[in-house]
């Protein structure tokens, strides 16, 4: 049943909320974002007395870490909000194991980036009893590993990336929105790429020498590659000091691919989700015994080009002939998933990763893409867009200073992870936040620590305003709270959701609004 039209009134969903990122700031350069849309009562712009909000305007102490910024006032008593229907869901006895939190913080941090992989995709969201096998009904690639890493940790069932991979990864390696850093869309050519003077992830742990951290990057880099990055030295330039992986947005083959390390291009045959973790094995084999360390991982699996992997990391029997991955693709990218979690299996039982015992983060870097997304998900509300399947991804974070096993539905999106990350490392906050460049992210390491403490985000924003693989009438903005998510399209069009009942986005509410004047006046 609906909710009382009374609670449809725009200021009724986002009481108080501000979104200067809703306006129609589509060029990536950065000048001030275009405040002339017209926007509903309940979403204005941002402007503080004497100043405009730009892309790098900086931030005032009070703001609540969203994009300068969701502000709420008034907020409404927290809702449940899982990823099934209100009257689906577990009991929270059935879910939650909370333990003492633990003041200590990790020595070293291990970042895992799935590619394309949404929460329709992991079966480890469809438990929601708990017993360890999906309750829905539906067929998903067995992932014990990653399974068993989120029932370590904290699992964010409510986690928003941006709907594309580049634009993810900026956030995640600037802790800023897309319409700050440019990063709007994939990455091709030298367009669009992220810029030179971002402060990084590891250019703030290199402004704490006294932290001592090693750090590198291994993996899909994705964020350009331009002469004015440095070219195939790009992640080097932009702070990493290793990287090895392939630059692009996909490899044309899983076994016969271009692998840069450190500038230097090589052709490579082995099978790259089991080169990527021997890289980053390798790494680690190198460093000197008690310096902690940050490794970014970043895998191109389960993203295309979709094969069958090698039969020591699956349990498939197809055939893996063309003509059958063009038939059954959905089958073969579960086969890829499936692999990827052994080999991220194998990089946790490393011993270096097994002594260190790093904080582990695991996210999807995008909604799963919409050739292998299956019944009873919408295909063209997939990766790309802004609609749920375009930027709900599984994430959890599990390891030292973590207060219990529980799963949350706290908002979380991938912003947030560069604050959190750089606060449980120990980072002096004025090495991240004072540099001139607002930080739209906000810490969860306090929530992580401590499962007394209160989410920091109340709303959640994200972006998917341009992209080749969308029609230009899906791309957009979106917005949500606990219960309610609005669209804004790049035409203009509006759409309004009740996420608590209706997670698949199945019942646009935004016409109960703009079909009562006086509903709307108010």
């Not at 802790?175 to 669009?192: E, H, K, L, S």
């Not at 094995?281 to 970043?298: K, M, N």
């Not at 375009?390 to 947030?416: E, T």
């Amino acid at each position: 049943m609906l909710p009382p039209r009374r609670r449809l009134r725009p200021h009724a969903l986002f009481p108080a909320l501000v979104v200067v990122s809703l306006c129609a700031c589509d060029e990536p350069a950065p000048s001030p974002p275009d405040a002339s849309v017209d926007v509903p009562a309940a979403i204005d712009r941002v402007d503080t007395p004497d100043r405009e909000v730009t892309p790098d305007s900086p931030s005032t102490p009070d703001d609540l870490g969203t994009p300068d910024r969701l502000i709420v006032a008034d907020t409404p008593a927290p809702l449940d909000v899982l990823d099934v229907p209100a009257a689906d869901r577990p009991a929270p006895a059935d879910v939650m194991v909370a333990t003492d939190a633990s003041p200590a913080r990790p020595r070293s941090v291990l970042i895992v980036i799935a590619d394309d992989f949404g929460v329709d995709s992991a079966g480890f969201y469809a438990d929601r009893d708990g017993d360890g096998t999906p309750d829905d009904g539906r067929t998903y690639a067995p992932m014990p590993t990653v399974a068993d890493l989120c029932r370590r940790g904290v699992t964010f069932r409510q986690a928003w990336s941006a709907a594309t991979c580049s634009p993810t990864r900026a956030q995640l390696l600037t802790g800023r929105f897309p319409f700050r850093t440019g990063v709007v869309q994939p990455v091709a050519g030298p367009d669009g790429a992220i810029r030179p003077n971002e402060r990084t992830l590891p250019r703030v742990l290199d402004l704490n020498p006294a932290l001592d951290f090693a750090h590198a990057n291994i993996g899909k880099w994705h964020l350009g590659n331009s002469t004015a990055l440095g070219g195939t030295m790009a992640p080097n330039r932009m702070g990493w000091s290793h990287y090895s992986g392939n630059l692009s947005a996909q490899i044309a083959s899983f076994t016969a691919w271009d692998r840069v390390t450190d500038g230097l291009t090589e052709r490579v045959t082995e099978y790259a989700t089991t080169v990527t973790v021997s890289d980053a094995t390798a790494w680690l084999d190198r460093q000197r015994p008690g310096r902690p360390w940050l490794l970014w991982v970043a895998f191109n699996a389960p993203h295309s080009p979709h094969h069958l992997p090698p039969a020591s990391l699956v349990t498939t029997t197809l055939p893996g002939t063309p003509t059958d991955i063009m038939r059954r693709p959905a089958m073969y990218f579960r086969a890829s998933l499936e692999a990827l979690d052994r080999e991220i299996g194998r990089l946790l039982r490393h011993p270096r990763v097994a002594s260190d015992q790093p904080l582990v983060v695991f996210f999807g870097d995008n909604g799963t893409s919409g050739e292998v997304v299956e019944a009873p998900y919408d295909r063209t509300r997939a990766k790309w867009t802004p609609y749920q399947n375009g930027l709900h991804v599984p994430m959890c974070v599990a390891g030292p200073g973590i207060a219990g096993a529980r799963p949350s539905d706290a908002l979380i999106n991938v912003v947030d992870l560069y604050p959190t990350v750089l606060d449980a490392m120990g980072a002096e906050r004025t090495t991240w936040e004072a540099s001139g460049q607002p930080i739209d992210g906000v810490s969860y390491w306090p929530f992580l620590r401590d499962a007394t403490v209160a989410a920091p985000r109340t709303t959640n924003f994200a972006e998917a305003i341009a992209g080749s693989g969308a029609t230009p009438s899906s791309l957009g903005r979106a917005a949500r709270d606990e219960r309610y998510k609005l669209l804004r399209f790049n035409d203009g069009r509006e759409e309004l959701y009740d996420l608590t009942n209706d997670p698949r986005e199945l019942t646009n509410l935004r016409g109960m609004v703009d079909g009562d004047a006086a509903l709307r006046a108010r």
